[in-house]
Every structure is written in structure tokens, then in C-alpha cells.
């Protein structure tokens, strides 16, 4: 059964551009793909209607067992605790230490403290950040602040992380250990989206590639390299 399906997904938002038309396309449990074009291609738009931020002028979004169209505001923070998502801006609280920007993730959701206490050292040692774990964001540097965004992502242990531009700032080191360090994810068994306009990054992977223009889907690769469009 596959995790992500999209159905004849089109998104409207005004009567001069579709920023999505008749998109089908399916993700399957374990894999790692990366979905490409050029900036306004529709990757963007694609996150938001997976995780419930938008929903689609026509089509129908699934994931796992959920139709994420379907759902109402008051069931989205129970669905999105099996998603983690990464931005490119790290998203972190500025007055919350790494530990504390990834505890929060766990108060939120109402976790007991004795569980906080166990699992984020767990997940800060995973991304390497286990000797700055009492750092504040800008205290750390970019790769790392992108390393607390991917723990306090994988808190939950979610079945999918989606990556929106994930190594958009950064130098191209910080971007290779990024990747790699998703790409340890996904070998653990964690399905992997990441939206990239990186060429280096999707020919570095050689994973499937799904390349959108204009809202459409114009290819969809097993071991896709970028190809300009």
C-alpha cells in the first residue's frame, strides 16, 4: 500500500494559474524521493496540501490511511505527528536551547516528562549534537541549527519527513553531511520527500527524481539526475 498518493490534484489560487494541474503520483513506504523544478514549479504547493496547510481545488491527497482533504482543523495536530517536516529557515525558537527547541515538540503533544528525558537525547545523538545540546540557535552554526530542526523532525518518529529546501543556506559541506544525514534516515526506515532545486544534491543521491514545471508533473524517474526544465 503506498504512504503519499496524489489523484488528480490541481490547485487554483486565482482564475490566471493553476500553481497545480492533474497531478497523480505515489510514494511508497521506504523511499526517498526528490521532487524538483524551477522556483513556482508547484513544489511548495505539494508540501502544503500534504500536510493539510492548504487543500486542493480538485483531486484527493492520501497519506497512510488518512485523506489529508478531508481532514478538519481539530484532527491535523494528531495526523501531523506522523510527518515531520524540515524548512529551509530552521524554523527553531530563539530563546530555547537545541535541547529545549526539541523537548517542546514532545510538551505540545503532552508527552510525560520521564519520555522527554529519554527520547530527546536519543534523537540529538542521532544528528550529532549530543555536546550542543544546551546551545541556543545562535550559538550554533547553520548546519547545525538545520541538524536541531531534523531531531525535534524525527521526535515523533514519524513515517514520513518531508524537506523543503533543507540545505537552501547552506555552504556545500553543511549541505553533503545534511544529506547524508538523511539519507542515514531513510536507511533506518524513515520514507524520505525532499524538495530540492539542488542539482549537486539530486545527482549526488542518484534516488527517483520527480521533476515538476508549471504545476505538472513532466518527469518521474527511478534514479533521476537533474535535468533542467
Same mark, same amino acid.
Given at each position: $500500500?503506498?504512504?503519499?498518493?496524489? =489523484?488528480?490534484?490541481? !490547485?487554483?489560487? #486565482?482564475?490566471?494559474?493553476? /500553481?497545480?494541474?492533474?497531478?497523480?503520483?505515489?510514494?511508497?513506504?521506504?523511499?526517498?524521493?526528490?521532487?524538483?523544478?524551477?522556483?513556482?514549479?508547484? *513544489?511548495?504547493?505539494?508540501?502544503?496540501?500534504?500536510?493539510?496547510?492548504?487543500?486542493?481545488?480538485?483531486?484527493?491527497?492520501?497519506?497512510?490511511?488518512?485523506?489529508?482533504?478531508?481532514?478538519?482543523?481539530?484532527?491535523?495536530?494528531?495526523?501531523?505527528?506522523?510527518?515531520?517536516?524540515?524548512? =529551509?529557515?530552521?524554523? +527553531?525558537?530563539? $530563546? *530555547?536551547?537545541?535541547?529545549?527547541?526539541? /523537548?517542546?515538540?514532545?510538551?505540545?503533544?503532552?508527552?510525560? =516528562?520521564?519520555?522527554?528525558?529519554?527520547?530527546?537525547?536519543?534523537?540529538?545523538? $542521532?544528528?550529532? +549534537?549530543?555536546?550542543?545540546?544546551?546551545?541556543?540557535?545562535?550559538?550554533?552554526?547553520?548546519?547545525?541549527? =538545520?541538524?536541531?530542526?531534523?531531531?525535534?523532525? $524525527?521526535?515523533?518518529?514519524?513515517?514520513?519527513?518531508?524537506?523543503?529546501?533543507?540545505?537552501? #543556506?547552506?555552504?556545500?559541506? #553543511?549541505?553533503?553531511?545534511?544529506? *547524508?544525514?538523511?539519507?542515514?534516515? #531513510?536507511? +533506518?526506515?524513515?520514507?524520505? +520527500?525532499?524538495?530540492?532545486? @539542488? !542539482?549537486?544534491?539530486?545527482?549526488?543521491?542518484?534516488?527517483?527524481?520527480?521533476?515538476?514545471?508549471?504545476?505538472?508533473?513532466?518527469? @518521474?524517474?527511478?534514479?533521476? !539526475?537533474?535535468?533542467?526544465?
Amino acid at each position: $500500500m503506498a504512504m503519499v498518493v496524489f =489523484q488528480g490534484v490541481s !490547485k487554483i489560487y #486565482n482564475s490566471h494559474s493553476a /500553481a497545480l494541474e492533474d497531478l497523480d503520483f505515489e510514494v511508497q513506504p521506504g523511499e526517498f524521493v526528490s521532487l524538483t523544478g524551477r522556483s513556482g514549479a508547484g *513544489k511548495s504547493t505539494v508540501i502544503k496540501l500534504l500536510i493539510g496547510e492548504e487543500k486542493p481545488t480538485k483531486g484527493r491527497v492520501f497519506f497512510s490511511q488518512y485523506e489529508v482533504n478531508k481532514l478538519k482543523d481539530g484532527e491535523l495536530p494528531a495526523f501531523r505527528r506522523h510527518v515531520g517536516v524540515i524548512f =529551509q529557515d530552521f524554523r +527553531l525558537l530563539p $530563546m *530555547k536551547t537545541a535541547y529545549e527547541n526539541v /523537548a517542546f515538540a514532545l510538551e505540545v503533544a503532552g508527552r510525560p =516528562q520521564r519520555d522527554i528525558v529519554e527520547l530527546v537525547p536519543q534523537v540529538l545523538d $542521532m544528528v550529532g +549534537l549530543s555536546e550542543k545540546s544546551g546551545n541556543f540557535p545562535h550559538e550554533l552554526s547553520g548546519g547545525e541549527r =538545520q541538524r536541531v530542526a531534523i531531531a525535534r523532525a $524525527m521526535i515523533h518518529r514519524p513515517e514520513i519527513i518531508i524537506a523543503d529546501e533543507p540545505t537552501g #543556506n547552506l555552504d556545500p559541506l #553543511n549541505t553533503y553531511e545534511i544529506i *547524508k544525514l538523511l539519507e542515514k534516515i #531513510n536507511q +533506518l526506515g524513515t520514507t524520505l +520527500l525532499l524538495a530540492t532545486h @539542488d !542539482k549537486e544534491v539530486i545527482n549526488t543521491l542518484e534516488k527517483r527524481v520527480i521533476t515538476l514545471d508549471r504545476g505538472r508533473i513532466i518527469r @518521474d524517474e527511478e534514479k533521476g !539526475k537533474y535535468i533542467l526544465v
